[in-house]
């Protein structure tokens, strides 16, 4: 006898990774599981009488997402403390926490984010160091790009409003990252806030040993409280890579919901900085990289880790750093060719077409940031890269000729730099529109809407070595799913940022509804 199935979706629109095409069909839902999938009608042997229907006519349904670089960390910086975005002036933020103050224990650092660094612009530490003597205050202006500190704040953190940036924030992780208090209820709205992006899985990136966040994934996991997969990497930044723990983890996390990834580390810095490091001098410069890059102790670092069964993702922005980058993955073990260990690369924002072909025999898999075009206009990004690179900006972002030359994207938002949105990606990723929506920047770079949903979906979870269980609509695999509110194959590009997702379902279950935010 058949099993009957609990629930079937029907659509006129399924997109299975699998296949290129989307066709008008059948999805079947055992417990957890996808029982059978098929074109047409769903056959009469699945259907029993407790078996429900959900006809979505022409509305999307594709497998569940998964955004491959991440970092809560970053992210929950911005509503750490007392929201401070009503505030106009240093004297209104300065009365604001102090009355904040009398509220938290007397022994807690003050804490504060949103203030506007636009129309505020605080003038050094007297003013707080006058209220807050030994207390440390450190409060986060809107896009966590500077803060405000008092000098209780520098001694302790051990950065500066001029070194505002997440690799300084190790000092500052315990504080945040330990008070449970705060972080799990933002952990949990973060996880809430990813399905309502149709976000089911994620490679969050977690400094050094995560500080202890590692027992809260415990804990939610064990709870049943997990509603995303996390798979967390370890980047170093206040120590060396650390193998035993990263061996540890990987021993500890076994379960269906979190897992241990592997290590994360930057290489070169922003080309618009001249710190990309690229293979041919910046234009009208003999430099090719203002930054200082150790590329032999990051190379000892990798092949220590690969030795190991450990897998690396590095930064890449310049093609000089993607070349050398790919010359430390040579030297990892390989099996007829390919490495042995999945091994990636994230940024991709300058590439040799000689290198990408070398990225594709190795197996190493990309991670591109699609709605990076959303942060600027036409006008803004041409002209700011020809300034710098000259010609070579043609190929700036090129994901046609990475895709050309058989490389595996996956999607990624570098979160909070983006918040994961797929019909975004799709609009910046495949028609290469400005944040003006005027002018294609290099159209000829984009990507599909199939290769696109593909980057998403089933690349993503090789990403994280999880492909056989997610990624795609096959039986046997894990029910987790997504609805759009359309055929987003037949929408034009034009209208496709007003996409919505409809549903997100987790394990069959369905974890987020659009009605939940009307």
């Known amino acids: 006898m058949s099993e009957y199935a609990d629930l079937i979706l029907l659509s006129n629109c399924i997109f299975t990774a699998t296949e290129e095409i989307p066709f008008s069909g059948y999805i079947a839902i055992k417990n957890d599981r996808i029982l059978s999938i098929g074109k047409g009608l769903a056959p009469t042997e699945l259907i029993g009488t407790n ?244 590329y032999e102790k990051l190379e000892k670092q990798v092949l220590e880790a690969d030795e190991n069964g450990i897998r690396y993702t590095l930064h890449s922005e310049g093609d000089g750093a993607f070349h050398e980058i790919l010359n430390i993955y040579e030297k990892c073990r390989k099996k007829n060719g390919k490495l042995e260990n999945r091994h990636g690369i994230t940024d991709l924002e300058l590439t040799d077409p000689e290198d990408e072909k ?54 990624a938002t570098d979160l909070p730099l983006l918040i994961p949105s797929i019909p975004e990606s799709i609009y910046y990723g495949c028609a290469n529109y400005g944040s003006d929506h005027n002018k294609r920047i290099n159209p000829e770079n984009g990507l599909t809407v199939q290769e696109m949903l593909d980057a998403w979906t089933i690349n993503s979870q090789y990403a994280m070595e999880r492909e056989k269980e997610f990624g795609s609509i096959e039986m046997g695999k894990k029910a987790d799913l997504v609805i759009f509110d359309r055929n987003i194959f037949k929408t034009p590009m034009e209208e496709m940022l007003l996409v919505q997702v409809e549903k997100t379902m987790v394990n069959g279950k369905i974890v987020y509804t659009k009605e939940e935010d009307l």
């Open 51 to 294: 078996t429900k229907y959900l006809d979505y006519g022409n509305k999307t349904i594709t497998p569940g997402f998964s955004d491959v670089h991440c970092f809560f960390t970053g992210y929950s910086v911005g509503f750490v403390g007392i929201d401070l975005s009503a505030a106009t002036s240093q004297e209104d933020i300065l009365n604001s926490i102090k009355e904040y103050a009398k509220g938290i224990p007397a022994d807690k650092p003050i804490l504060g984010h949103g203030w506007n660094s636009d129309t505020i612009q605080p003038n050094g530490t007297d003013l707080l160091d006058e209220a807050f003597s030994t207390r440390p205050v450190l409060l986060f202006a809107k896009g966590c790009e500077t803060c405000w500190m008092n000098q209780a704040a520098i001694n302790r953190y051990q950065f500066t409003p001029e070194t505002c940036y997440p690799e300084s924030y190790v000092r500052f992780l315990p504080d945040l990252l330990g008070d449970k208090d705060f972080i799990i209820p933002e952990f949990k709205r973060y996880i809430k806030m990813m399905n309502s992006k149709g976000i089911t899985s994620i490679k969050e990136m977690g400094f050094d040993d995560f500080y202890g966040f590692t027992d809260v994934l415990e804990e939610m996991e064990l709870n049943h409280e997990l509603t995303l997969r996390i798979a967390f990497m370890s980047q170093p930044v206040g120590a060396e890579p650390n193998i035993k723990y990263a061996k540890d983890m990987e021993q500890k996390f076994k379960g269906d919901y979190v897992r241990f990834s592997g290590f994360n580390q930057m290489t070169d810095g922003l080309i618009l900085k001249k710190e990309g490091h690229l293979l041919e001098p910046y234009e009208g410069t003999t430099i090719t990289c203002k930054k200082e890059i150790d």
């Open 358 to 411: 070398r990225m594709a025999a190795l197996g190493v898999f990309g991670e591109i940031y699609a709605q990076v075009y959303a942060l600027d206009t036409y006008e803004g990004y041409v002209n700011a890269y020809e300034k710098v690179i000259g010609e070579r900006q043609k190929r700036y972002l090129n994901y046609r000729s990475l895709i050309k030359n058989g490389v595996r994207l996956c999607g």
